[in-house]
Each structure stands twice: as C-alpha cells, then as structure tokens.
C-alpha cells in the first residue's frame, strides 16, 4: 500500500467517527498527516491504535511545538504500524492561553516520558498524566526554554554585555 | 639492540627544601617536608563529563604520563582525593553532584577546572549549563582551551603543585579561608 492509499485508508475510517474533528488530511513530504482538533484528539488516538485494520500499536514519537506566531502550541504523534509498515502523523493545535490536552499514556505507556518532555520545554499540560513533572531540567526551572518568548541564553552571564562586542 | 639506540634519561629529583645539613642530619621546616610530599603525591579525582575528559586520558596515558608528578594514582573516592579535576560542561542538572562531590573530599583539597566549559560555561551559554563551576565551587587554577592539549592540562597540575607547596600549613584554619567557603554556602 502507498502513501496516498494509506492516507485514504485512513481518513476514510477517522472521517466514519469523527466526522468534524479532522482539520486536514494530507501528504506532506511523502507522509500522511491528520490534524485532529484537541476536543477529540484522545478518542483519535485511542481509535487508531485499537482499530484492528489501523492497529497503530507504536508511538515513534511525541512532541510539542510553536506556532511562529507565538498564538498556537502544538503536540504531534508519530504512529506506527510495524506489520503492515503503516506511519502516519497526527498533529493537534490549541492556544498558548490553555495548553491543556489528555494525556495518551492510557493508549501508549511509552508516552509518558515524552509527555514529560514536552511539558518540561513547552509548559503543555497533560491531564491524566501520572506524574507530570519536568524530566530533563532543573526542578527550580521557572520557565519553558524551547518557546521563544523565553530567550535560549542564560541570563545569569554579565559578560556578555552589548559594549563588549561592540554593539 | 644496537648501540646508541638507548637514549639515557636524565632523572631529576625533587629539590629538597632550604635547611640545615650535616652529616647524618638534615633540618627543615615541617611545613616544607609536608608541603613536599603533597605536591609531589597528588591524587586526582577526575570528573570528566566530555571532551576535556579524553584530553585527560591521554594526559594520564604514557605519552605525557601524568605519573612522572607523583599523580597517577586516580582517586574515584572523593574521600580519599586532594585535586578535583572538572572537565567538560558541568550541566545545571549535575552542578548539586558536583558540589557534593567537593564537600565530601577531605583537607587538604585543590579544584582544577579544566577547559572552557568548565571555567566560563565556553560556547554553551544556554539555559541549562553552568556558566563557570566557580559559581558552585571555588577553583585554585583555571586551564584555558577548547579542550586544552595535555601540556596545558600538566602546566596546570604543575601549578597546582606550587600551590600545595608554599601553602601555609594554618590557610585551611583561617578566617579567610572559612569565609572563602561561606561565601559558596559550603559549611
């Protein structure tokens, strides 16, 4: 099966139940991409790995990321299906405002460290999470360094003044 | 083996401190004797976290032999270190181990901070490193370097040396050495 039939396959079956949650559909640098509103994004998930055409029963990978507008934040899974090779992506967006989303720990047990890591870098609150904390970073850590109003050098340095470089 | 193949070393000796000699005896300061024996039987606890470390192990390795000053001996008890030699990038995330590491290595004790990452932080001015160990821990000699090649790590070693050799045998008692250690929150 091709990329574009997987991509049918797909949306057909997400389209069958979740009818107005699916935002777009399409092939992007050869590779099926969903992107499913936050409301319905579990139930998404949890009917892709328990499908038993789908059965995306691998999460690859599970990230967080900004818009470059700094409104949206972002959380993209990348499912597999190592019997039938089948690999698609699923993004969902949601305002900086409330990033709230459930978690997929419940779907995938592997989630829970990267879950750990999207919340220690983009402050993404996963409810249902079982024990949300940072992973990676200092627990003192007040802020989330990968979103850009937060500036990637340390500010404790005061060596690096604008004088000293001629600025 | 032919001759003249074997080139002969010359070996030097350490100097033996100013005193009083004569036959059968020789007097001294204490405080040279011991300050002797320190400088030429240090033992290192390296705590190398990246690249600096591999210029360490070729440092200890035979061809710039660290053991010809008396060092070869590593300590990977803190407890039973003099020098704490860091090397590499001392993440935020390590810098409470680190420390912890210093605290528990007894008196008398010496830190080398080797390279740029370990003095200044060096290219990784980020959120997470540590912008210079001497925020957690105070340092006796800096090394210089990205990394540094071993004859820069032995001339630090050999300062470190001076160091242990002409220090006062009351400095760790002093007021301003406990106030030195106050001012990091040790003790």
Not at chain 2, 69 to 92: C, N, W, Y
């Amino acid at each position: 099966m091709d990329k574009k039939e997987l991509l049918e396959l797909v949306h057909t079956k997400l389209k069958e139940k979740f009818h107005g949650s699916i935002e777009s559909a399409e092939l992007l640098y050869d590779f099926p991409v969903f992107v499913i509103n936050k409301e319905h994004i579990h139930d998404a998930l949890s009917f892709l790995k328990t499908d038993s055409e789908l059965n995306f029963h691998f999460l690859t990978d599970l990230t967080g990321f900004q818009t470059p507008d700094e409104k949206h934040l972002g959380v993209i899974y990348h499912l597999h299906n190592m019997s039938k090779n089948f690999r698609i992506r699923v993004k969902t967006f949601f305002a900086m405002s409330n990033p709230e989303i459930p978690t997929a720990v419940d779907i995938w047990p592997a989630a829970n460290w990267m879950e750990r890591e999207t919340y220690d870098f983009y402050g993404v609150k996963f409810n249902g999470h079982p024990n949300l904390k940072r992973i990676l970073n200092v627990d003192e850590m007040d802020i989330y360094p990968m979103r850009k109003e937060y500036p990637l050098e340390d500010q404790s340095r005061d060596d690096k003044s604008d004088k000293m470089f001629g600025r | 083996m032919a001759k003249g193949l074997i080139k002969r070393t010359k070996l030097e000796i350490a100097k033996s401190p100013a005193g009083l000699e004569g036959p059968g005896f020789f007097a001294s300061k204490l405080e040279d004797v011991i300050g002797l024996a320190r400088a030429n039987s240090l033992w290192p606890l390296p705590f190398a976290t990246s690249c600096c470390g591999i210029e360490f192990m070729a440092t200890m390795a035979s061809n710039y032999d660290m053991a010809r000053f008396g060092a070869e001996r590593l300590s990977f008890s803190p407890r039973q270190a003099d020098l704490l030699m860091v090397m590499g990038t001392i993440a935020k995330k390590m810098g409470p181990t680190l420390r912890q590491v210093y605290e528990q290595m007894a008196e008398p004790k010496w830190v080398l901070s080797v390279g740029a990452c370990a003095s200044s932080g060096g290219i990784f001015d980020t959120y997470s490193v540590l912008q210079g160990i001497d925020r957690i821990i105070p340092v006796d000699v800096y090394v210089p370097g990205c990394p540094p090649r071993p004859e820069q790590i032995i001339e630090g070693i050999m300062k470190i040396q001076e160091l242990a050799k002409n220090e006062s045998f009351r400095r760790r008692n002093s007021d301003e050495y406990k106030k030195m250690l106050t001012s990091y929150g040790i003790e």
